[in-house]
């Protein structure tokens, strides 16, 4: 479907121009975006994430580390099982541990689930009606019924992923440093191929519609960044690299990276030192590990026409398609290849420790790093989520496409803006209000 000439044309008014946009929608949680323009160009971008700041990090101190995996799951209730990965590794590494063979395994088949529902909620229901011209997925639902139900469906099977392995779909309570409380038996998992098998089997068949899709132009010199494995697409483990060089082991990341305060939000921004703002997420991933995809996921990107390098940004939309398709067949082939485990976690010893973890969210690395006291408790913690390592790229993305939306009427230039913002799919907590953008001309 074309986007047609929503400039129709116009020269960019010499005006200032305010775009404010009070409630993103079709996000998590409760954000706005305020763009100031002079004569086409930028000169102000804000994107403000108003949640009240929810201190995580200084409430895990003094706790015991066994409690750490469950509360950091109540971050995010998307994704839940990232929070609880990354927390669960570098806890684990403080005490010199590594959870190996079937235990890892079966984590990396929870992390599928929260991939293919988490992915399957972002384009289905939030991001495609952007594309297909509609308001929202109710309103879409009208005239691709077919679409919505399949994609509900496949996102459906992610969730009963993470409730078998995890105790339930949501802040799962199954999960413990060290492995699991309970290993689940074979024919559980069992239970869930068939419907991962026609969840495939969908995703292949609906490709068409992705490909008629038409994309905004923009590209951009971005510094794409991943974890990066020797033989598997990443989830929970690798190198920290990135597309221009970057290749670190994950406890030199505070070394490479570093968190600012901006006044206007209560997020902080995080760039690569000396060298500025990064790209995180699945079109980061797909472009630095698209050679560890599987051979349906390579196949599904051929007919979606990625192939690296693909630098735009609203190509992280058939980006997530792509992971979607691989989180099934891995988690079809862990759970064909499944043998019980003969305990359900790993005993780890209570020393003084510093861990570092860094894990594949749905949306890009996710960075925990904990110091551990000789009795188990939490000294300090840190916790560095992916939409703060994406805030300052989206602004610089909004500051590209200033010219177009100062050429725009109001209608596009809300839709194109918000478009831009929900490419990363930002995790700050759904909202159910639509966009309200004021244009103010002085």
Do not use: W
């Given at each position: 479907m074309s986007d047609g000439d929503e400039s129709g044309g116009k020269p960019i008014s010499k005006k200032t121009r305010t775009i404010r946009v009070d409630t993103l929608a079709r996000v998590e949680g409760e954000g706005a975006l305020r763009i100031e323009l002079v004569g086409g160009r930028a000169e102000r971008v804000e994107l403000r994430l108003f949640e009240p700041p929810r201190f995580f990090e200084a409430f895990l101190r003094g706790r015991s580390r066994t409690e750490v995996p469950d509360i950091t799951a109540r971050i995010c209730g998307i994704c839940p099982v990232a929070y609880q990965m990354?927390?669960?590794?570098?806890?684990?590494?403080?005490?010199?541990?590594?959870?190996?063979?079937?235990?890892?395994?079966l984590r990396r088949l929870l992390y599928c689930g929260e991939w293919i529902e988490s992915h399957a909620l972002h384009v289905f229901m939030l991001h495609l009606p952007d594309f297909l011209g509609y308001p929202d997925a109710l309103a879409m639902a009208k005239d691709h019924g077919d679409l919505v139900r399949a994609g509900l469906r496949v996102k459906k099977a992610g969730n009963s992923v993470v409730?078998?392995?995890?105790?339930?779909?949501?802040?799962?309570?199954?999960?413990?440093?060290?492995?699991?409380?309970?290993?689940?038996?074979?024919?559980?998992?069992?239970?869930?191929a068939a419907e991962l098998e026609w969840a495939a089997r969908a995703m292949r068949d609906m490709l068409p519609a992705f490909t008629a899709l038409e994309y905004p132009a923009l590209e951009r010199d971005y510094e794409l960044v991943a974890l990066r494995h020797p033989s598997e697409y990443p989830f929970c483990e690798g190198r920290i690299v990135s597309s221009?060089?970057?290749?670190?082991?994950?406890?030199?990341?505070?070394?490479?990276?570093?968190?600012?305060?901006?006044?206007?939000?209560?997020?902080?921004?995080?760039?690569?030192?000396?060298?500025?703002g990064y790209f995180v997420g699945p079109l980061a991933r797909f472009n630095l590990n698209a050679d560890r995809l599987?051979?349906?996921?390579?196949?599904?990107?051929?007919?979606?026409?990625?192939?690296?390098?693909?630098?735009?940004?609203f190509k992280s939309l058939p980006a997530r398609v792509v992971e979607i398709v691989e989180a099934l067949h891995e988690a079809l082939r862990v759970i064909a290849a499944y043998r019980r485990p003969t305990v359900s976690?790993?005993?780890l010893p209570v020393v003084a420790g510093i861990g570092h973890s860094c894990t594949e969210a749905p949306r890009g690395i996710l960075y925990h790093r904990?110091?551990?006291?000789?009795?188990?408790?939490?000294?300090?913690?840190?916790?560095?989520?992916?939409?703060?390592?994406?805030?300052?790229?989206?602004?610089?993305?909004?500051?590209?496409?200033?010219?177009?939306?100062?050429?725009?009427?109001?209608?596009?230039?809300?839709?194109?803006?918000?478009?831009?913002?929900?490419?990363?799919?930002?995790?700050?907590?759904?909202?159910?209000?639509?966009?309200?953008?004021?244009?103010?001309?002085?």
């Open positions: 990354s927390s669960c590794h570098a806890l684990e590494a403080a005490a010199g541990v590594v959870v190996d063979g079937p235990l890892r395994e409730s078998a392995l995890g105790g339930r779909e949501i802040h799962p309570i199954n999960v413990k440093v060290g492995g699991f409380y309970r290993a689940p038996e074979r024919a559980e998992l069992d239970a869930l221009k060089g970057l290749d670190i082991d994950v406890r030199e990341y505070p070394e490479h990276f570093v968190e600012q305060q901006v006044p206007y939000s209560t997020a902080l921004h995080s760039r690569i030192r000396g060298r500025g599987s051979s349906p996921a390579r196949d599904a990107a051929a007919a979606l026409g990625l192939e690296p390098p693909v630098l735009n940004p976690a790993v005993e904990y110091a551990i006291d000789a009795a188990g408790l939490v000294e300090d913690a840190r916790i560095i989520p992916p939409t703060s390592q994406n805030q300052g790229t989206i602004e610089d993305d909004l500051r590209a496409i200033a010219p177009d939306l100062a050429r725009m009427p109001l209608d596009a230039a809300t839709h194109r803006a918000e478009q831009a913002v929900r490419n990363y799919d930002p995790c700050i907590s759904c909202s159910t209000h639509f966009l309200r953008l004021e244009i103010v001309e002085r």
